[in-house]
């Protein structure tokens, strides 16, 4: 045998030893990466009152337990320009210890969807280690709910209503367009820097129509509905395995969008507007959160963050804690993330011309 060939031999057993070292300390619950001592960053492009804020909160001290050396997750709100700004900041970030993370939300993904010229972040670079699904509810105020003849909406034409609005081309769009397919006369008014923001509108009497993500409603809305100052619409509600909208599992006794429609008159649930409206609303909620590492986040890095929010899913009182915080959605890891990624972050060329068309018409904004 040849010094060359040996050598290699030797190069190679040492490579599969180190491999199959890696893989048992994994499997036995080790961590390619220790975190002990250090302060992971986990940054929201969101102000501190929304439902991101509300899902990376619940989160936090679950993976400051879960990651190994327990380090200390710290939430850092850093909104702006719709969420932009947050993600174009962590498009500039590259991978170091593995203490930075970042939260984007549908939000966050809808202006790159629709080519928004502030966006400077590629979500190809970066690295999802979880996915959470979620949904979304419309409410009003008592007076206006009362008009509503069952699930025909028709009634509530000839109200103005204003709304709290982070911008046409951020997740807004889904109850706008939905809003507008059922005849309604909403007013954004845009600017607010979170859906938190919005229900404060709302509960101050400055806005009289108001929807939040499932996490948002469960803990700000649901209190307002109790002492009978909030009442809800619909849901947008949530696909089953064949892609049909379904009644949302967190709101099963709560109409979805779908049947709101199809009984209020003019409003249609096939044709072009329909399947623009489907194809955003697949985009935006289904994986509506996800949690990054930045750009040459190395794999031990990703097994350790993978390997941790799977130890969360895993805990005994998970579905329980979850549950009343987050709502009844899939938290997906691993292949199931990077393919709800791959769902939120393309849509069908149809219905993204129909919405940059609808957004330019209706709202004079122009994307180019």
Not at 287 to 307: E, H, I, R
């Amino acid at each position: 045998m040849t010094e060359t060939n040996t050598t290699r031999r030797v190069a190679m057993s040492l490579v599969a030893a180190a491999a199959a070292t890696f893989a048992t300390n994994v499997s036995a619950g080790g961590h390619g990466i220790d975190l002990e001592g250090k302060t992971v960053e986990w940054v929201i492009p969101f102000s501190e009152t929304g439902g991101s804020a509300k899902w990376a909160n619940f989160y936090a001290p679950l993976l400051s337990e879960a990651l190994p050396g327990n380090p200390t997750v710290v939430v850092k709100f850093m909104p702006g320009a719709g969420s932009t700004k947050g993600a174009n900041w962590f498009q500039e970030q590259e991978y170091d210890d593995g203490t930075l993370i970042f939260g984007s939300s549908g939000s966050t993904q809808f202006p790159y969807l629709l080519g928004d010229p502030r966006v400077r972040y590629e979500y190809s670079d970066w690295n999802v280690v979880l996915a959470s699904g979620t949904g979304g509810v419309a409410y009003l105020p008592p007076d206006l709910a009362q008009k509503m003849d069952g699930l025909d909406a028709s009634a509530l034409r000839d109200t103005d209503f204003i709304y709290g609005s982070q911008g046409a081309t951020r997740l807004d769009l889904v109850p706008l367009l939905a809003w507008e397919m059922l005849g309604l006369n909403v007013e954004p008014v845009f600017g607010i820097k979170g859906r938190g923001d919005g229900r404060l509108m709302f509960e101050r009497g400055e806005a009289n129509i108001d929807y939040q993500t499932s996490s948002s409603f469960l803990k700000g809305v649901t209190p307002l509905v109790e002492a009978g100052t909030a009442v809800p619409m619909m849901s947008w509600g949530a696909l089953d395995a064949d892609g049909n909208i379904v009644r949302d599992p967190t709101f099963p006794d709560m109409p979805t969008f779908k049947e709101i429609c199809e009984a209020t008159e003019g409003c249609e649930t096939s044709g072009e507007q329909w399947d623009a409206w489907k194809a955003f609303f697949v985009a935006g909620f289904p994986a509506q959160k996800m949690v990054f590492l930045p750009a040459g986040a190395s794999n031990d890095a990703m097994v350790t963050y993978t390997k941790a929010f799977e130890d969360i899913k895993a805990r005994d009182d998970f579905a329980d804690i979850s549950a009343g915080r987050l709502g009844k959605y899939p938290q997906m890891t691993g292949a199931k993330a990077d393919g709800a990624l791959k769902s939120a972050t393309q849509v069908p060329d149809a219905a993204k011309e129909f919405v940059v068309n609808w957004l330019s018409e209706r709202y004079g904004v122009t994307l180019n």
